[in-house]
């Protein structure tokens, strides 16, 4: 049903984007900006239907929307008005359906609007955040080349005080070789397994033995390495109250389910195919 309204709101769009005739400041979301044989129409009801619009209206301004919006507001009361009242099984539950979503997001809505103690948040940081183990960070330089063979040359090369940088920028085939072989700071997970072994076991200034991966053969030098440090309280706040929010909403939820009576059909005795049959809507 929503996909059929927007397509008549695309429509009503499309044919017309003139001004409202007079602007009311006090207007409120009750106020009737449209009478169809008896039904009003509020501005609240074309708010809403501002919002259901497609992504790509979603910048024009509001006065290019206006009249287009009112115009499929008017033609929708019409169409419903045109069936006489007649509901079909599919409508009459497709609407109770919209109703209860939209109730019960607006229920969890009160939920997650309600004020987070700030004890709560700092208790959460401090367990989780400011003493985690955060790991470490690597700044690392590698030379790819295509064979082992030539990957050897390049350790004897290196050992015979060669320039590491220099030589990335003459025989790396990867996309950092014009830079030196410079990859910059990386954590864990950010580098395939054996890249990151190979950069764990080296000291500052070290340069490993060739290593293979996926992509070839890697002589890597280990430039630095640092602790990574424990996140600030207000880089993370968003994040800890989201997750405050979400259990808070979670038991309420749970709770209302604990105090209401509750009957389910026994297993098994609708079959689940059911639920692909759309002849039982017809």
């Known amino acids: 049903m929503l996909k059929r309204l927007t397509k008549l709101s695309i429509l009503a769009v499309s044919l017309s984007l003139a001004l409202p005739v007079a602007a009311d400041d006090s207007a409120d979301a009750n106020t009737i900006v449209a009478t169809v044989n008896g039904t009003e129409i509020t501005l609240g009801h074309m708010i809403l239907a501002r919002q259901a619009l497609p992504e790509q209206y979603s910048n024009y301004p509001a006065e290019m929307l206006f009249k287009g919006l009112l115009d499929q507001l008017v033609q929708q009361v019409l169409l419903a008005q045109s ?23 607006s229920a969890i809505d009160k939920v997650m609007a309600k004020e987070i103690s700030e004890n709560d948040i700092e208790q959460i940081y401090q367990s989780e955040y400011a003493t985690a183990e955060s790991g470490a960070e690597y700044n690392a330089s590698h030379i790819l080349v295509e064979a082992e063979e030539s990957a050897l040359a390049l350790t004897a090369a290196l050992e015979s005080g060669a320039d590491f940088a220099e030589l990335a920028k003459e025989k790396s085939t990867g996309p950092s070789g014009p830079n030196g072989g410079q990859l910059g700071w990386f954590g864990a997970g950010m580098m395939v397994p054996e890249f990151e072994q190979a950069v764990k076991a080296l000291d500052v200034g070290a340069v490993s033995a060739p290593i293979q991966t996926q992509f070839g053969w890697h002589v890597i030098k280990l430039n630095d390495s640092r602790a990574m440090a424990a996140p600030t309280l207000p880089e993370v706040r968003g994040e800890i109250e989201l997750r405050l929010r979400q259990t808070k909403t979670e038991a309420h939820i749970q709770g209302l389910v604990a105090e209401a009576q509750v009957t389910r059909v026994e297993d098994g005795q609708i079959d689940p195919e059911l639920l692909l049959n759309q002849a039982l809507l017809d």
């Open 83 to 105: 069936t006489s009242g007649e509901v079909t099984v599919r409508t009459k539950l497709e609407l109770e359906n919209q109703r209860r979503m939209l109730l019960a997001g």
